[in-house]
T-cell receptor, first 111, second 118 residues
Framework: ELKVEQNPLFLSMQEGKNYTIYCNYS?????LYWYRQDPGKSLESLFV?????AVKQEGRLMASLDTKARLSTLHITAAVHDLSATYFC???????????FGAGTTVTVRA | DTGVSQNPRHKITKRGQNVTFRCDPI?????LYWYRQTLGQGPEFLTY????????KSRLLSDRFSAERPKGSFSTLEIQRTEQGDSAMYLC????????????????FGEGSRLTVL
């Protein structure tokens, strides 16, 4: 059974500083996804990473995928309050056609 | 709005009652998924359809749960004889545009239907 682990589960960020969220998974996969969820809301797609070495950037967020290490990172540059949310990574195993999610990282950005 | 639509958004029911949720996917998507999310957890897969065929069901989906997608468009998720442990957010997602477009596997989620069982 595919396991997806995120750490940390809770992250208190100071505005203006840089942080990284890690996502490890237990079985071979070339496809990994990052989503954002605001309280009481649904999941918003942030990044789709479809191959080893893939790197995507949007604003202050950058995601990368190392399929050999079974690791993805979500890097936050110069955190701002608007980034407070819960971030989930999800993995798609070959021929499985469904995503398995991590437990999420709840981010709070303080002044 | 051409996104995934779910209703009702909130449902409060008493233990033992039946509830039904509806999901309208993005119109050009032929895969439809149901997930369940409890507080502080990531979404857990329940079941998915390709067109009208239900291709996989999680062991989380007990015999009190049934999902249908009769014409390959909207889907319903029914929970019979609800229990307090069924309280959760039920999320619907769709994916896989056809007509030759590439399948990235990305799921597009609706706003969810929150169930509270008293």
């Amino acid at each position: 059974e595919l396991k997806v682990e995120q750490n940390p589960l809770f992250l208190s960020m100071q505005e203006g500083k840089n942080y990284t969220i890690y996502c490890n998974y237990s079985t071979t996969s070339d496809r990994l996804y990052w989503y954002r969820q605001d309280p009481g809301k649904s999941l918003e797609s942030l990044f789709v990473l479809l191959s080893n070495g893939a790197v995507k950037q949007e604003g202050r967020l950058m995601a990368s995928l190392d399929t050999k290490a079974r690791l993805s990172t979500l890097h936050i540059t110069a955190a701002v309050h608007d980034l407070s949310a819960t971030y989930f990574c999800a993995v798609d195993t070959p021929h499985d056609y469904k995503l398995s999610f991590g437990a999420g990282t709840t981010v709070t950005v303080r002044a | 709005d051409t996104g995934v639509s779910q209703n009702p958004r909130h449902k409060i029911t008493k233990r033992g009652q039946n509830v039904t949720f509806r999901c309208d996917p993005i119109s050009e998507h032929n895969r439809l998924y149901w997930y369940r999310q409890t507080l502080g957890q990531g979404p857990e897969f329940l079941t998915y359809f390709q067109n009208e065929a239900q291709l996989e069901k999680s062991r989380l989906l007990s015999d009190r749960f049934s999902a249908e997608r009769p014409k390959g468009s909207f889907s319903t998720l029914e929970i019979q004889r609800t229990e307090q442990g069924d309280s959760a957010m039920y999320l619907c997602a769709s994916s896989f545009p056809h007509r030759g477009l590439p399948n990235t596997g990305e799921l597009f989620f609706g706003e969810g239907s929150r169930l509270t069982v008293l």
